[in-house]
DNA sequence: AAATATTTTTAGACTTGTCTAAAAATGTAT
DNA sequence: ATACATTTTTAGACAAGTCTAAAAATATTT
């Protein structure tokens, strides 16, 4: 490529890519991000990632230090947001106009999500009618940036006899999506806490006041709930 | 890139864009295309298109004689039919739902054109209906890569007395495609033609039963019209 | 047919992004 | 403090795609 030229400063697939897998690191973990980390999260090998944050120092898009890790600066993270809010808008097209299952999207979005067009994501937006979050419950940060944060709390939070709304997933693998739509333990359905086994842990919930399932520890662990008063 | 690793064979976006030029210029002008009219069109060196025609033609896309031209291989000629498609299917998508005026839409395109799944794609299509003509009146080529013909005519072809539908353009860059919108010539429109100056071949015409309007012979010329009985 | 002009190809270099293997730095255990 | 282990960086190479400048082939004039 180097060859598209945009009326705007302009960021290429992986810079775009590379800048986001340091965002959602650094969501996690708050420290320095490390090279290693990088590479896993992005599915390469160290070296690379040695050589990309430096182009990515150079044009001032993070501080880096040898051997001491990378830290996005402002306008960093705001790229990544950036892209960010086109992956979860796009993602949100697929599943509310298109139609694709909640499993579906994340690889589709991820190829969408590089469409350079500004004015493109704010018709995307308005077209959906300004969605707040995405098909697996996260917020879609605004124009500006800014991201609404869920105070959504873990499933396996609640004690018996409280309800909740299920809001989003911790886990957002094709397997665990899958095993959740199969059950319909999607988002909206409100869940009432019935019992939890002392033994093995298991959680019986009541799903919308109708039929009563068992879930496993590993499942009410990534489940994200809106706790109801 | 050379990283995604997709179920079926993949072109890159590269390959696309070479494919998708010669076959437009292969359904223009008939010959073998030389290796200039592919630099032209795709706005890049002669020398860059002779390493890519070979790449291209160890691939099976095309064939390729040196100093002779490229011709499209069946195989070649179905990818870069599957990318029009593609390209018009999102265009329809930009114009239909999304407002983007005919203007605007060809730049986005270019770029979604080249996202990966045929999923999205049929998605897509059911999503607008199966429509058969994108926003420029171009036809939009079957899944099995069946192109339906139009029969338009120019509307520079039509005599004094006829009328018919402004149904595609043939020129279609920004600064003509704003020119008539500016002068309500949007497709669907009906026109009758009312008077052909001999002096000057203006063409003075009637739209849709109102009001007359003057026409130069180079806008004439780049109207596709369906002629009414 | 020879001279001239144009087109196409080659040769060699550059950019972006990737990799492996080796070297250097940092961290941990004894 | 020294040895061992891990992480990170460097060095050098590769692939895709592009470029310029020069050489080769083809086309057009005279
Ligand atoms: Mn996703
Ligand atoms: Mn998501
Ligand atoms: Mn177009
Ligand atoms: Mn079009």
Redesign the interface.
Known sequence: ?S?NVYFCLMYS?TEENYLKAIYKLQEQSDMAINTNAIATAI??KAASVTDMVKKLSEKKLLKYEKYKGVELTHLGKRIAIETVRKHRLWETF?HN????SWD?VH??AE??EH???Q??ID??DE?LGFPSHDPHGDPIPGRNGVIQQNNFILLSELSVGESGIISGVVNHSNLFLQHLEKNQLVLGKKLLVQEISAFDQLVKVQIEDKHLQQLSNEVVRNILVKKLS
């Open positions: 490529m060859k697939f599915q390469t697929l106009k298109l139609n694709f579906e690889d589709i190829q969408l469409i350079q067009s004015e493109l018709k995307l077209f």
